[in-house]
């Protein structure tokens, strides 16, 4: 598990410094398109109440009209003042003021209160804030989550703080405003990163060949060491398979070659078979007795094959 530090860097302070700025930038906006919504609720609303209020009180009085046709003007007029004010007041639903208001009330306030914590963080002195790896991630979570909450800034507001901000560059402003702010990396130089890599990890670096001159050596394959094979245990072996119809044990070879099957210095190695042969029954046979048939055996077959030859 990785340590906790208990001290800042500058690359974690310019980030939350970022942060706070358009957060700043955010409490404004919001506030501003609260306002321009502020007014277009007002816009629709009080005529509608108007409107209510005069048709109500129409409904009362068209009772003292004696003229008859008087009187269903009358009540036309009435009929469609209420259909304006029904129609004003979908269109106001429809477009959600008085939802947009509310939102854009309360998205100022949270960006306010956002803004707020991560500059009271800032104002401490290093060792008196909290730790900084739990501060950025608790910041950048909020950040997210304001962002996904709160609803569209109008166009013409966004203008106006273009406007009035334009020769402010101090501040880091959102990338609502028609901004793109470049990715910041954290810069080192080649021999830090190089040290940093070499104190992280044990194996050791293989630096490239600055020049295109520098030869590159070839990597040399390891070689394979066949194991030497003695040839009179091999033709011993195979005369005895044919004799016998099985391989020779390897005391029965030792017994008849002698010294020739020996092992010294790894010249020669000890066939597989054995282990294969591991179990089996020793013949009675006379080691140097078979070697003898076995020679025999051989010289019969050759004798055999050029008669046929001749033939």
């Known amino acids: 598990m990785t340590e906790k530090r208990n001290y800042w860097k500058e690359e974690e302070e310019l980030l939350l410094k970022e942060w706070a700025d358009k957060a700043q930038c955010y409490e404004l906006l919001h506030h501003k398109s609260h306002i321009v919504y502020k007014q277009r609720h007002a816009l629709f609303v009080i005529p509608v109440i108007i409107i209510s209020t005069v048709?109500?009180?129409?409904?009362?009085?068209?009772?003292?009209?004696?003229?008859?046709?008087?009187?269903?003007?009358?009540?036309?007029?009435?009929?469609?003042?209420?259909?304006?004010?029904?129609?004003?007041?979908?269109?106001?639903q429809f477009l959600k003021?008085?939802?947009?208001?509310?939102?854009?009330?309360?998205?100022?306030?949270?960006?306010?209160?956002y803004y707020r914590h991560i500059?009271?963080?800032?104002?401490?002195?290093?060792?008196?804030?909290?730790?900084?790896?739990?501060?950025?991630?608790?910041?950048?979570?909020?950040?997210?989550?304001?962002?996904e909450l709160s609803p569209m800034i109008p166009k013409k507001v966004i203008d106006d703080f273009n406007k009035t901000f334009l020769k402010n560059t101090k501040i880091s402003k959102p990338e609502i405003c028609d901004i793109i702010i470049p990715t910041t990396i954290f810069t080192m130089t080649k021999e830090e990163r190089l040290e940093m890599v070499n104190k992280l990890n044990p194996l050791p670096i293989i630096e490239e060949p600055e020049s295109e001159d520098e030869p590159i050596l070839p990597i040399e394959e390891p070689q394979i060491i066949k194991p030497k094979v003695n040839p009179m245990v091999e033709k011993f072996k195979m005369s005895f398979y044919k004799i016998h119809g099985r391989y020779p044990s390897e005391e029965e070879i030792?017994?008849?070659?002698?010294?020739?099957?020996?092992?010294?210095?790894?010249?020669?190695?000890?066939?597989?078979?054995?282990?294969?042969?591991?179990?089996?029954?020793?013949?009675?046979?006379?080691?140097?007795?078979?070697?003898?048939?076995?020679?025999?055996?051989?010289?019969?077959?050759?004798?055999?094959?050029?008669?046929?030859?001749?033939?």
């Open 97 to 113: 003021i008085s939802e947009m208001n509310e939102g854009h009330r309360v998205a100022s306030y949270s960006w306010g209160k």
């Open 119 to 147: 500059r009271t963080e800032l104002a401490k002195h290093p060792l008196d804030r909290i730790n900084a790896t739990d501060m950025i991630a608790m910041a950048k979570e909020e950040y997210d989550r304001l962002l």
């Open 254 to 311: 030792t017994g008849s070659l002698g010294n020739l099957y020996k092992e010294d210095d790894n010249n020669v190695s000890r066939p597989s078979f054995f282990k294969m042969n591991k179990d089996s029954e020793t013949s009675s046979v006379s080691p140097m007795n078979i070697f003898n048939e076995a020679i025999e055996e051989q010289t019969r077959i050759q004798i055999d094959s050029d008669t046929e030859d001749e033939v």
């Open 55 to 92: 048709t109500g009180t129409a409904n009362f009085a068209q009772d003292k009209i004696s003229n008859e046709s008087d009187k269903n003007i009358f009540v036309m007029i009435v009929g469609g003042l209420n259909i304006f004010a029904a129609i004003v007041t979908t269109i106001s």
